[in-house]
Structures are given as C-alpha cells and as structure tokens.
C-alpha cells in the first residue's frame, strides 16, 4: 500500500488556508513588517509552492524557481533569533486557527524549527 505524504494528509486546501492565515500574521507582527514586502501576494503564491514540495507534494516550487537554496535567498533580509522566534509564532497561531491535525503538527512544526534556525543569518541588534 502506498503511504501518503504529509502533503496528501493535509490536503491542499487546508495548507494554502495555512499559509493565507500564517502571513496575515506576519503582516501585522511588528518584528517582520520591516523586512517583508508591503504586497505579500507573490510571497504567499511562492510559500504555496514550496511548502507543497517541502510536505512531499509535487516540486512545483523547483519547477518555477529553480532549487530552493533558503539560506541564500534569505541573505538579503536581516533574519535575527527574535525574527525567527515572530515567524514560528505566526506559524503556530496559524496552525491554531486553522486547526491542523496534532499528528501531522508535531512533525512538521519541528522540521520548520529547524529550517527557520538555519535562516538565521545576523547577531541580535543591540539598541
Ligand atoms: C521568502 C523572511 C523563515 C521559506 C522570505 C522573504 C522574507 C522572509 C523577508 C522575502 C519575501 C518576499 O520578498 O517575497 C523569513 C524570516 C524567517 C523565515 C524572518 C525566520 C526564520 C522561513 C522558513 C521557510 C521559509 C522556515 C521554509 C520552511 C521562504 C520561501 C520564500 C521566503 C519559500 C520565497 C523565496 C523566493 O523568493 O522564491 N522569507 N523567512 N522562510 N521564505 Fe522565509
């Protein structure tokens, strides 16, 4: 019997209803609003595409942009622990909201942990 992926456990609408939800937050976090761009549509259609791919769905963001190198694409905007701290919590608001299942949560809560300590690319700004 085939195993479903996350990606298939989810379901599309629930994800895109992630990720809507997710950067609704992210728009109004005071510690993101600097480094993201006012209109947040093309972020939300890429973010689609990738975490269809990262969930084990079909590489639709590849496909587009080419390998995701996450590191690199985020080098040019300052991502701080505090910045990688507001990010998983507008995640963990979403998944909330939304309501997503406990047992696809926990795994795919830890991996974006994981992912978004590796994005962290600047020392903590003193004031
Ligand atoms: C793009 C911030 C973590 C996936 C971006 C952009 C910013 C950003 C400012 C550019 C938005 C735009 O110009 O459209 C952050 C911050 C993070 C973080 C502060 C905190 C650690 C993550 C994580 C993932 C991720 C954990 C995936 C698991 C992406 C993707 C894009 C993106 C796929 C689009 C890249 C492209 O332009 O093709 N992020 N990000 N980010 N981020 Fe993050």
Redesign the pocket.
Known sequence: EKIMTPFEAIGEEKLHQLIDTFYSHVHQHPD?IP???EDLT??VR??KQ?MTQ?LGGPPI?TEE?GH?M?RA??LP?E?TET??RA?LSCMNKAMDEVELDETIREAFFSR?VL??QH??NQPEKED
């Open positions: 993101l480094i993201f761009p093309e972020t890429k973010q990738f990262f963001y942009h995701p996450l694409r985020h905007f991502i910045r990688a990010w974006l992912t978004a994005m962290i």
